[in-house]
């Protein structure tokens, strides 16, 4: 009799707790494909209006290398080309696949990677290069710092190495002769893309908060502002509390504190999904908010980021991906066209696109995105959308 009655407690605790979750469920709504389609369709187009200087934007079919491009390029020699960065991270990865992929396209090795942990270390590396100027053919770098590596980068370019960088241009080489241009995504449409999922999903009603990158970053900048421009177009939307990093691992607190200071928070925008969005969901789960906010970023974050959208025991429900492996094709592709003298292509604006995603349509764009280079998803993540 007593394990009967235990039995029936925890059956009722068990229809109390599911009912409760069902009600909070409830709260918002699931993201539908055909909302995302058209979504997808409107983002075809770059939204980012300029680069940081004015530039005009030039997407993938302004690169595009001709046939007739493609035979002159393979004659080129292009000496030493190297990708500068951090510790060959999956946006590298993906950055390194499709700068390859245009490579292997005109016969020509694959580009060597130069990691580094730190503003110093890069500094020192940008001096290597430049004391052997004459055998280097390009290089595309994502500068640690702008504004810090800016007069090495300037260095660079005056000893005649052509260059390139992703998300941000380092101080003072705008008007260089051997700056080819910025390599970006659309970080203006990726902002606005996230918003869009988590308005929607609010049924454009209620308050909001925003976690944002707190250094002067173009990239980061126009995420924000198609976030903000995005979530003042609905008049029941209130973006309460914003709160900036320099590490994304402050992400976290920084949640908390705009949780605990704002409970009526339904929804948090984070600039990108590893350590900042995932910090929000941390942040949430933590407070025991689970149902009663939700968490989109600008970026998937591969197939961890795939993993957090899947889990229904996530508060993660969107990104806005950008093609990374575009991206460096980008890169390639105007650096070649930048030899074969295309003066148009000096000091560019050169942007990939962005894909909306949601649990109904992340398979197809994590294939989109990232399958050439990071393999297929895995077993788990693909049984959590069953």
């Known amino acids: 009799m007593l394990r009967k009655s235990l039995a029936i407690v925890l059956l009722v605790a068990f229809l109390i707790v599911a009912g409760s979750a069902a009600l909070a469920a409830e709260k918002f709504r699931e993201v539908p494909l055909e909302l995302i389609q058209l979504m997808e369709k409107q983002f075809?187009?770059?939204?980012?209006?300029?680069?940081?200087?004015?530039?005009?934007?030039?997407?993938?079919?302004?690169?595009?290398?001709?046939?007739?491009?493609?035979?002159?390029?393979k004659s080129l020699d292009l000496g030493q080309y190297y990708f500068m960065g951090a510790?060959?991270?999956?946006?590298?990865?993906?950055?390194?696949?499709?700068?390859?992929?245009?490579?292997a396209s005109i016969g020509k090795p694959e580009i060597s990677f130069m990691g580094s942990n730190s503003i110093a270390d890069q500094i020192d590396q940008v001096t290597t290069l430049a004391g052997k100027a004459d055998e280097i053919g390009f290089v595309v770098a994502q500068a640690w710092e702008a504004v810090t590596l800016g007069p090495s980068f300037v260095e660079l370019a005056k000893a005649g190495v052509p260059q390139l960088h992703n998300w941000t241009?380092?101080?003072?080489?705008?008007?260089?002769?051997?700056?080819?241009?910025?390599?970006?995504?659309?970080g203006y449409g990726q902002g606005a893309a996230a918003a869009e999922i988590l308005a929607y999903a609010m049924g454009y009603k209620g308050e909001v908060g925003l976690i944002y990158f707190a250094l002067e970053q173009w990239t980061n900048v126009m995420r924000l502002k198609g976030a903000e421009d995005t979530f003042a177009k609905y008049p029941d939307i209130k973006v309460v509390g914003k709160a900036g990093f320099t590490d994304p691992s402050q992400s976290f607190d920084l949640a908390i504190g705009l949780l605990q200071k704002y409970p009526e928070i339904d929804a948090m925008w984070g600039t990108w999904m590893m350590g900042?969005?995932?910090?929000a969901a941390e942040a949430v789960l933590s407070l025991g908010r689970l149902g009663e906010v939700v968490v989109a970023a600008p970026d998937l974050g591969g197939k961890a980021g795939a993993q957090y959208i899947a889990d229904p025991e996530n508060p993660i429900i969107g990104a806005a991906e950008a093609d990374c492996i575009e991206m460096g094709e980008n890169s390639v592709n105007a650096a070649i066209k930048w030899y074969l003298g295309n003066t148009d292509i000096a000091q560019g604006y050169f942007v990939s696109r962005v894909y909306p995603v949601v649990k109904a349509n992340l398979v197809d764009v994590y294939n989109k995105t990232n399958l050439e280079a990071m393999g297929e998803l895995p077993q788990d993540v693909l049984d959590l959308l069953d």
């Open 44 to 73: 075809h187009q770059v939204w980012t209006p300029a680069g940081p200087s004015g530039e005009e934007v030039r997407g993938a079919g302004d690169l595009e290398l001709t046939a007739e491009e493609i035979e002159k390029a």
């Open 276 to 279: 900042v969005a995932t910090g």
């Open 169 to 186: 241009t380092p101080a003072g080489l705008e008007n260089q002769e051997y700056y080819i241009g910025l390599v970006d995504a659309d």
């Open 87 to 103: 510790s060959l991270d999956m946006t590298e990865t993906l950055n390194r696949f499709g700068m390859n992929k245009v490579l």
